[in-house]
């Protein structure tokens, strides 16, 4: 009986072999350009899993899945392999033993083997950075935010996109609904705008190579050189913002002035109030000439916030805009 079993085995894995098919255990699966991906191919699979399955696996043939024209198209077996011992199911279990790659059962093939089965036509492009990318490190697969047998791809559609995510990442949902945020919960915006889930070469999965040439993909008036450049903005938009959501306008992490005091000891109010360093005499800010002496009090007891007088938090153009003043 073992050996019958060992026979077979080795008959599916050969049959694998010859197809040019992810065999079960492979390591990274070669191209599929034997299988048969017609339509009359998958009727090997079809004649048993028709219109009248409980899951409505059919539905493949309505997406990019099931151009059948087009002949990168994959057939069923393309997918799951050619699961001989499935197909037949010689000992007449009362469950058949898996397919070879089922994205279902843990029993049948690891996270890297469905992985794998995937890259074989997907390896590139958006997705050249999978290997050791956060979500691979995470034994995350393909087939956690893709669905391919519905006709509408939850990921890759807009409106649902967001949704997929937050299946795992509950705190960034919680995020998009506070008083400032990026319009993620409008359904305006969505993350791969900003992430390539699939991997990056920069930070978090950015889409680009650092946080900064993403926001300033969008927000291309922040992203300088400007003459006067201040130090924090030209290294990293997040040292003041929090890209999904904040109760503090515009997406900041703390108010002014405590936004700046993390950073800058002190208000210099002491200088203020002291004339010290207002030696050529009244200052002039965005909002007018301020008279010597009366200038500032302790700028975050008046509630006064320190770009009342530095407007130009981000950086500034002006021939004398080094305290970012105008
Ligand atoms: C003779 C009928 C029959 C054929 C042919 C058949 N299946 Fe199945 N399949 C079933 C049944 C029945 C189940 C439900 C599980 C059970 O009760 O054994 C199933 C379950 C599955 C599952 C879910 C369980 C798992 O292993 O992940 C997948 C995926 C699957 N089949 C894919 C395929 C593919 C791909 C083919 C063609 C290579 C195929 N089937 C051919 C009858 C069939
Ligand atoms: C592009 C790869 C791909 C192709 C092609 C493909 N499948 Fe699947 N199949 C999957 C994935 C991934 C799942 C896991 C559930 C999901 O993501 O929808 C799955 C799930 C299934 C299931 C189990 C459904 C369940 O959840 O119980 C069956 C049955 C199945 N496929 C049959 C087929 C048949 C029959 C074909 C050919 C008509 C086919 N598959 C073609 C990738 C594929
Ligand atoms: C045999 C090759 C092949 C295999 C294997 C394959 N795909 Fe595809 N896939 C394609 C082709 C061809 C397209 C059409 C898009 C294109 O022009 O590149 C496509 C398109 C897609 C798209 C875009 C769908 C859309 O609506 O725009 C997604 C997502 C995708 N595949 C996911 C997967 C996942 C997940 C797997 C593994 C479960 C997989 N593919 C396995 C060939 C394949
Ligand atoms: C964490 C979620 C996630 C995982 C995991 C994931 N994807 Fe995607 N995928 C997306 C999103 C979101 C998009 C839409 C991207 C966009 O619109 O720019 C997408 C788009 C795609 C596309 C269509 C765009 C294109 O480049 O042609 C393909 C194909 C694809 N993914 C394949 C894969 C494969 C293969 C894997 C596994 C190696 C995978 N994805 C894993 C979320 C994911
Ligand atoms: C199946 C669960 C799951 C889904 C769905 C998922 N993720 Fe993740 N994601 C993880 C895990 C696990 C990690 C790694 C551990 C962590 O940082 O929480 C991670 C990490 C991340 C990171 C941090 C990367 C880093 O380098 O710190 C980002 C960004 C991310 N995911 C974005 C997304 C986006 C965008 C989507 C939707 C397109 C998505 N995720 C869908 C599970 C998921
Ligand atoms: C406006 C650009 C942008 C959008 C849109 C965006 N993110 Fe992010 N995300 C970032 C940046 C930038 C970081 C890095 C944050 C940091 O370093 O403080 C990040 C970090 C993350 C992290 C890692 C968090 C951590 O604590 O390490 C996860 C998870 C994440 N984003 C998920 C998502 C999800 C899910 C969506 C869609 C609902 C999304 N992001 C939309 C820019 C964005
Ligand atoms: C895909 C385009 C896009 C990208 C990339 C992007 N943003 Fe935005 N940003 C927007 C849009 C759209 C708005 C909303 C404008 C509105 O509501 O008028 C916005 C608004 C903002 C606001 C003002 C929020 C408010 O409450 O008024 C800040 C601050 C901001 N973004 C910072 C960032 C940072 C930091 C990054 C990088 C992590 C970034 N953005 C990346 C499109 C983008
Ligand atoms: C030193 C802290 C700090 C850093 C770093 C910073 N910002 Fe800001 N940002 C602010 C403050 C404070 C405001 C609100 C007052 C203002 O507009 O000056 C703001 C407002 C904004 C706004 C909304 C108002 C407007 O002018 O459109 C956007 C968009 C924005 N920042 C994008 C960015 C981007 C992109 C980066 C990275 C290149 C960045 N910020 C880096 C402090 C900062
Ligand atoms: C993450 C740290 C950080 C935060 C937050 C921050 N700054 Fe700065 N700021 C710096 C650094 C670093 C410099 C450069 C200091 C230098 O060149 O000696 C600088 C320079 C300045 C200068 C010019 C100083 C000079 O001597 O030329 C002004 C004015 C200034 N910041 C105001 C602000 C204001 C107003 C805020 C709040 C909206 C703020 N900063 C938030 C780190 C920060
Ligand atoms: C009433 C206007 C005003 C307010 C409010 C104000 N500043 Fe200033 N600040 C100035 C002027 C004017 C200078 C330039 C002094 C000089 O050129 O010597 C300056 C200089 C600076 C400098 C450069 C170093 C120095 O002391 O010369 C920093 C850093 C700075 N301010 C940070 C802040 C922070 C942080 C706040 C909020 C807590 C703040 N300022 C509030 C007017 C103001």
């Given at each position: 009986m073992n050996t019958i079993r060992r026979l077979l085995s080795a008959g599916a894995l050969l049959a694998a072999c010859l197809l040019g098919l992810p065999a079960?255990?492979?390591?990274?699966a070669a191209p599929t350009p034997a299988a048969d991906r017609s339509l009359a191919g998958d009727a090997a699979c079809t004649r048993c899993h028709d219109q009248g399955e409980a899951k409505p696996v059919l539905s493949i043939y309505q997406t990019r899945h099931g151009v059948k024209a087009d002949t990168r198209t994959p057939g069923c077996q393309s997918c799951h392999g050619a699961s001989l011992k499935h197909i037949r199911n010689d000992n007449n279990d009362e469950v058949r033993p898996p397919v070879e790659v089922s994205f279902s059962r843990s029993d049948a093939a690891t996270p890297q083997e469905q992985v794998s089965t995937c890259l074989t036509c997907h390896k590139n492009g958006q997705r050249s950075h999978w290997q050791t990318s956060a979500h691979d490190n995470a034994g995350v697969g393909c087939s956690n935010c893709h669905s391919v047998h519905v006709p509408k791809d939850r990921a890759v559609t807009r409106a649902t996109q967001a949704e997929t995510c937050y299946a795992c990442h509950k705190s960034e949902r919680a995020q998009s609904h506070r008083l400032s945020s990026h319009p993620l919960a409008a359904g305006k915006m969505v993350c791969s705008d900003c992430h390539n889930p699939h991997g990056s070469t920069g930070p978090s999965l950015m889409k680009t190579g650092s946080v900064n040439e993403t926001c300033a993909s969008c927000h291309a008036d922040k992203r300088g050189p400007f003459l006067w450049e201040h130090a924090p903005v030209a290294d990293n938009c997040t040292n003041c913002h929090t890209p999904h959501g904040s109760n503090i306008t515009p997406l900041l992490k703390a108010r002014a002035p405590f936004l700046c005091q993390s950073c800058h000891t002190g208000d210099h109010a002491g200088q203020v109030q002291s004339g010290a360093h207002l030696q050529s005499g009244a200052i002039t800010t965005a909002n007018g000439t301020l008279p010597l002496g009366s200038a500032a009090g302790r700028a975050q007891l008046t509630a006064r916030g320190c770009q009342n007088c530095h407007s130009q938090t981000h950086g500034s153009?002006?021939?004398?805009?080094a305290k970012l003043l105008r």
């Open positions: 079960h255990a492979a390591a990274p153009n002006h021939p004398a805009g």
